[in-house]
């Protein structure tokens, strides 16, 4: 079954440290996301991609940097992570111009 | 960078009644205008959307009503019912190929039996 799974599922990080979020898609598809979801702000854009080894700036890109090594993984990083950065990050794929298929999340709590 | 403002911000109605979600955006490159929902601890998932060749998307009790020149929308839940209780998101295309999404920040449904 065609899936986008994300790892970990949740995770407790230090200020100042490094974090990195996975995603891995079986879908097939050419694009990939990175949404972080907090009360109030509904879903932002932070990176995507549309090839791989080429990645492109969403709307709040400051303070994340993100990896395509192949059309099925996008990771997000976090080099320094900051308590602002604690949120619900979400991965998703799609072909263009089509329907959004996320993953479960991953609940980052930065302390 | 693309605003998509959603009211109103949540929303309860009784069974049986009709919802109705607005949603608004400063421009759009791409005519594309999909409706994500979300249940509690669970990922968003697209639920309707409109490519307006029409004004008009209906997809059983769920329909959308796009007003280009207003560069509005709204979705009606007609006949609401308690499992159509989530968190309803619209979102509009901010560049030129239609695969980059700007969501609101949602609108919360609660539907009362």
């Known amino acids: 079954e065609a899936a986008v799974t994300q790892s970990p599922r949740s995770k407790v990080a230090v200020t100042g440290g490094k974090v990195t979020l996975s995603c891995h898609q079986t879908?097939?598809?050419?694009?990939m996301y990175w949404y972080r979801q907090d009360t109030g702000h509904g879903l932002r854009l932070i990176h995507y991609s549309y090839v791989a080894d080429s990645t492109e700036k969403g709307d709040i890109p400051d303070g994340y940097k993100a990896s395509r090594p192949s059309q099925e993984n996008f990771s997000l990083i976090l080099e320094l992570a900051s308590l602002s950065q604690t949120a619900v990050y979400f991965c998703?794929?799609?072909?263009?111009?089509?329907?959004?298929?996320f993953g479960a999340g991953t609940r980052l709590s930065v302390l | 960078q693309q605003q998509v403002r959603q009211s109103p911000q949540s929303l309860t109605v009784w069974e049986g009644e009709t919802a109705i979600l607005n949603c608004s955006y400063e421009?759009?490159?791409?005519?594309?205008f999909p409706w994500y929902w979300q249940f509690p601890r669970e990922s968003p998932a697209l639920l309707i959307a409109?490519?307006?060749?029409?004004n008009k998307k209906e997809d059983g009790r769920f329909t959308i009503f796009f007003n280009k020149r207003e560069k509005k929308l709204s979705l009606h839940i007609t006949d609401s019912q308690p499992g159509d209780s989530a968190t309803y998101f619209c979102?509009?295309?901010?560049?030129?190929?239609?695969?980059?999404?700007?969501f609101g920040i949602g609108t919360r449904v609660l539907v009362r039996p």
């Open positions: 998703a794929s799609s072909e263009s111009q089509n329907t959004l298929y």
């Open positions: 409109i490519r307006p060749v029409s």
């Open positions: 979102a509009a295309p901010t560049n030129s190929a239609g695969n980059k999404l700007t």
């Open positions: 879908n097939n598809h050419d694009y």
């Open positions: 421009d759009s490159t791409f005519d594309y």
